[in-house]
């Protein structure tokens, strides 16, 4: 939606809550399938805290 109307979505990570029991998800590396498939979609869009994106 952002990309279309032409407006861009920061996010405050430290204001996002964790779920419960995250390491002990993360330690399995159980991450949800969707979750990929979306990164692949969009996940050039993405740019990392404190990076500027030049392109």
């Known amino acids: 939606m952002a990309r279309g109307s032409g407006l861009a ?3 405050d990570l430290k204001a996002i809550p964790e ?8 330690d399995q590396f159980t991450i949800p399938a969707i979750t990929y498939r979306n ?3 969009y996940g050039h ?3 990392e ?3 500027v ?3």
């Not at 779920?19 to 993360?26: G, T």
């Open 53 to 55: 994106n030049c392109t």
């Open 9 to 11: 979505a920061h996010l």
């Open 45 to 47: 869009l993405i740019q």
């Open 39 to 41: 990164w692949n979609s």
């Open 49 to 51: 805290p404190g990076r």
């Open 19 to 26: 779920l419960d029991n995250l390491d002990a998800y993360m």
